[in-house]
C-alpha cells in the first residue's frame, strides 16, 4: 500500500480503486489520532464527488466478470483470506488497538470475530442453492435460483474497525457482488489493512474498493444509479438518514442504529457473576459498543449490593494507554471530545437527582483520551442519562419493584438492540425473553451479541430495514431471486401427462 508523507510528516492513508491504492486528489482530510497518547498517526482524505464516482465506476466494472465466476471460485478466495487473516491476526489486532484505543484482549476478541464471519462466509454455496419444484402445474417446472443484486456500498463506524466491515464485505463477495467500503474517517487504516489482505487473497482487481470521507462522500454514494445495496452501522440519527435517502434512491438498504441496552438484576440472580457480567458490558472497550449494557435495572433487594459491589469493582479497574500495554483493563475513549461529551453526563445527572455514586472524572498521566467507569444510581426514565445513548463508559442503576415493572421500563425505549436478565428463575427469563421489548436478549450473559451464523436483530430506532446483517439473512440481503417456469413437449408433441413410455407396451 503507498503513502505519502504530509506536512506534517503523517501518512495520508490511500484509496483502493480498481485494484490501485491512490492518494486522494482532494485538499479536505480528516486526522486520525491514537487514543492511548493523543498522537496525530494519520491523515485521510475526504474524497470528492468525483472520486467518490470513480470508485463506485470501478466496482461496476467489475462487476460482469466477479458476478459470472462460479461461486465455490468465490467462496475459494475468503478461504485464502481466512488463512491470511489467522497468519496476521496480531498486526490487525494491534492496528485496532492503535487507531480505537481498545484494549488488546479486546481488539483480539473483535478481529476473531472478524475471521468467523469469513468462515460463515466460505459456507454460502452451500446457502445459494435454490428451490425447484417440478410438475407445480401439468407439463411445468418451478424452480428459483439467487442472482448477486450489483454493486454494494458499506458504510461503517469507528467502534469496531475490523468487525463491522466484515459483517459485510465476505457476505456480499460470495454471492457475487462486488463492494464500495467507506469505513470511518476516525478508523481508516485496520479498512486498508482488510483490502491489503483480500487483494493478496486473489480478488481480482475492482472487485473491492475503499473510498474514504465523510457526508459528501456518503451523499454521492446514496445517489449513485450504479449503486444497488446499502449496509450501514452507525448512529440511529445517520442511520435513518441513509435508510430514507437510500430507499426514496431505489436501492435497498439495511441500516443499524444506536442502543441504550438494558439489564434486569433479579432478586434471587448471583450478584458475584452478575456485577462481573454488567461492569464487562457496560466498561468493555469503554462503552462504545452498541451492545454494552447501558441501564442496570436492579429489581427489589439487590439494588443497594449491586452498586455497591458495581461501584467497587468497576472503582478498581486499571485505566489507562493501550497501544503496546496489556495491563489495562479499560482503555481510552476515541476522541478527547468525547471523553469531555461523556463527562458532562455526570452534572447532568447530579442535576437531575440522580446520584454519582462512582465518578470516572479524574487527571491521568499523558495525553491520552481516558476516562473512568462511572456508575449513577437512583436514575429515573425520564433522565437525560436514561434516555440518550452515552456511548461510554457510564452505567446508569434504575430501580423496580418487580419484572413487569423493568419490562415497562424496555416498552418506554425508542431503540431495541440488545437486553439482558440476571436470574435463576426460569419463568422469569422466559416472560423477559418473550417480551422485553428487543431484538437480542441474554439470560445471563451480560453482552448478547449474535455469532454471525445468526442475524443481528436490532428492533425499533437500532435498526431500518428487513433483512438484518449476518446469518442467512445477510445472503438474502446481498441476493435477489429469479424464479423461472418451464414447460418442455416431446418430439412428436407429447406431454408429461402422457407419455410415451407410459403407453408403450414391455416386449
Ligand atoms: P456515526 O453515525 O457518526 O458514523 C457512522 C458512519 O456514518 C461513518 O462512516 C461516518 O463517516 C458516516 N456519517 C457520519 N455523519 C454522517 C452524515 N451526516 N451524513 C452521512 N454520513 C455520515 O457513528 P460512529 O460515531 O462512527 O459510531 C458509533 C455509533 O454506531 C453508535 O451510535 C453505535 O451504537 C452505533 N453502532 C451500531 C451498531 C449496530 O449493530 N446497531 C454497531 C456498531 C455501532
Not at 487504516?189 to 470521507?213: D, M
Not at 472497550?285 to 459491589?309: F, Y
Request: hydrophobic share 40%; charged share 20%; aromatic share 6%.
Amino acid at each position: 500500500m503507498s503513502a505519502v508523507e504530509t506536512e506534517s510528516s503523517v501518512e495520508c492513508v490511500p484509496i483502493l480503486s480498481g485494484g490501485d491504492w491512490v492518494q486522494g486528489k482532494t485538499q479536505r482530510t480528516g486526522n486520525v489520532y491514537n487514543p492511548s497518547n493523543g498522537q496525530l498517526i494519520a491523515q485521510v482524505p475526504l474524497c470528492s464527488v468525483e472520486e467518490t464516482n470513480s470508485v463506485v465506476q470501478s466496482a461496476a466494472n467489475a462487476l460482469a466478470e466477479w458476478s459470472e465466476t462460479p461461486v465455490v471460485e468465490r467462496a475459494r478466495v475468503m478461504f485464502k483470506m481466512r488463512q491470511l487473516m489467522e497468519d496476521r491476526f496480531n498486526d490487525i489486532a494491534a492496528l485496532v488497538t492503535r487507531e480505537h484505543g481498545k484494549t488488546l484482549a479486546e481488539s483480539r476478541a473483535e478481529v476473531q470475530r472478524a475471521l468467523e464471519m469469513v468462515e460463515f462466509s466460505c459456507g454460502i454455496p452451500s446457502m445459494i442453492v435454490g428451490d425447484t419444484m417440478p410438475n407445480i402445474a401439468r407439463d411445468v417446472d418451478a424452480e428459483t435460483n439467487r442472482h448477486p443484486v450489483g454493486v454494494c456500498v458499506g458504510i461503517t463506524p469507528y467502534n469496531f474497525p475490523s468487525m463491522v466491515p466484515m459483517w459485510m464485505i465476505p457476505v456480499a463477495l460470495v454471492c457475487g457482488n462486488t463492494f464500495v467500503l467507506k469505513p470511518s474517517e476516525k478508523t481508516p487504516l485496520s479498512a486498508n489493512l482488510i483490502g491489503e489482505l483480500l487483494i493478496e487473497a486473489g480478488l481480482p482487481a475492482g472487485v473491492f474498493n475503499i473510498v474514504h470521507g465523510d457526508k459528501e462522500c456518503v451523499d454521492t454514494l446514496l445517489a449513485h444509479p450504479d449503486v444497488a445495496a446499502i449496509s450501514f452501522v452507525g448512529s440511529t440519527p445517520i442511520a435513518k438518514y441513509i435508510y430514507e435517502v437510500g430507499t426514496k434512491n431505489g436501492k435497498r438498504v439495511q441500516a443499524a442504529g444506536g442502543a441504550k441496552n438494558h439489564l434486569i438484576i433479579m432478586p434471587d440472580a448471583d450478584l458475584d457473576l452478575s456485577v462481573k457480567a454488567l461492569a464487562a458490558s457496560a466498561f468493555g472497550c469503554g462503552g462504545q459498543r452498541c451492545m454494552a449494557g447501558s441501564i442496570a435495572v436492579a429489581v427489589g433487594s439487590i439494588g443497594d449490593p449491586l452498586v455497591s459491589e458495581l461501584s467497587d469493582l468497576a472503582g478498581n479497574m486499571r485505566v489507562g494507554p493501550t497501544d503496546g500495554n496489556e495491563d489495562v483493563d479499560m482503555g481510552p475513549l476515541i476522541r478527547q471530545e468525547h471523553v469531555d461529551r461523556v463527562a458532562g453526563f455526570m452534572d447532568v445527572a447530579a442535576g437531575e437527582g440522580a446520584t454519582v455514586a462512582l465518578d470516572g472524572r479524574r487527571d491521568f498521566a499523558g495525553d491520552g483520551f481516558l476516562i473512568g467507569p462511572s456508575v449513577i444510581d437512583q436514575v429515573k426514565t425520564p433522565m437525560k442519562v436514561a434516555t440518550e445513548e452515552i456511548f461510554g463508559p457510564v452505567l446508569s442503576v434504575v430501580r423496580a419493584n418487580d419484572l413487569e415493572s423493568a419490562l415497562a421500563i424496555g416498552r418506554e425505549c425508542p431503540y431495541g438492540n440488545g437486553a439482558s436478565i440476571f436470574t435463576r428463575d426460569g419463568y422469569a427469563a422466559r416472560q423477559f425473553k418473550r417480551h422485553f421489548n428487543a431484538g437480542m436478549i441474554g439470560i445471563n450473559v451480560g453482552v448478547p451479541a449474535p455469532m454471525p451464523w445468526f442475524p443481528f436483530t436490532g428492533w425499533n430506532e437500532s435498526f431500518f430495514g428487513d433483512l438484518h446483517i449476518q446469518g442467512v439473512e445477510s445472503m438474502q440481503f446481498y441476493t435477489r431471486q429469479k424464479m423461472t417456469l418451464t414447460r418442455w413437449f416431446g418430439s412428436t408433441g407429447e406431454s408429461h401427462a402422457d407419455p410415451v413410455w407410459k403407453t408403450e407396451k414391455k416386449a
